[in-house]
């Protein structure tokens, strides 16, 4: 049977990575997480917004464990093309299709990085005059040089390297891994 290993080898003959966070680790964060947001927002109907692409898988185990009436949307973003590296630059490639004047935003990120996306995405909402608004990422890269962009809840701080796996990719590619996995520092770790 094909299993995360398989994949991993296949798409990655020489790319080196190793496990980082194991699915049932990702899961427990995740109810913690949830149950956070459930108790926050218990008297709302917040508007989940996930950023396309990386960060569906992530938004999707999420609202599964915030019990109160909510709605979805997604917002489309690009700063990374295809490479491991931001471009610096970010461009809106999907708006928001809802009205979201007077209401409770939650926005759903996979990852944070140099801050850039989330300073974005603040100023194109804040602009359309939302209630609140609240930022949620599953991971948090710790770089010395990011954006001071306040994050309100975040599932694991992690090291300043690339990841990959549960809706990250790499070239659009791995997204589908249940685990989280990071790359090696050197051929024998
Ligand atoms: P930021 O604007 O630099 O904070 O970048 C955030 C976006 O870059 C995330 O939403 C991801 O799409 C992507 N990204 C940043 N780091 C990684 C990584 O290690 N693996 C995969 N995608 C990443
Ligand atoms: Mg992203």
Redo the contacts with the bound molecule.
């Keep these: 049977m094909r299993d995360e290993k398989n994949l991993l080898q296949d798409v990655l003959k020489k790319q080196n990575f190793k496990i980082f966070i194991s699915a049932e680790n990702i899961q427990k964060r995740v109810k913690e997480l949830g149950q956070q947001i459930a108790e926050d927002y218990k008297d709302r109907v917040p508007i989940f917004v996930g ?1 396309l ?3 569906f898988v992530f938004l999707a185990d999420l609202i599964r464990e915030v019990p109160v009436d909510c709605e979805i949307d997604f917002l489309k973003i690009s ?2 093309g295809d490479e ?1 590296i ?1 471009s610096g630059k ?1 461009s809106l490639l999907k708006a928001l299709d809802c009205e979201i004047e007077g209401r409770d935003l939650i926005v759903v ?12 995405m603040r100023k194109l909402i804040l602009a359309q005059n939302p209630r609140s608004l609240k930022f949620i990422t599953l ?1 948090l ?1 710790k770089r010395d040089n ?1 954006i001071a962009a306040p994050i309100d809840y975040v599932g694991f701080k992690i090291p300043d ?4 796996g549960y809706g ?3 070239k659009q590619k791995l997204r589908n891994l249940r685990a989280i996995y990071i790359e090696k520092e050197n051929e024998s770790e």
């Design positions: 950023v692409n990386g960060s700063s990374y491991k931001s970010v990120e996979d990852i944070v990085d140099s801050g850039l996306s989330i300073q974005y991971l890269k990011a390297k690339f990841v990959i990250l990719d790499y």
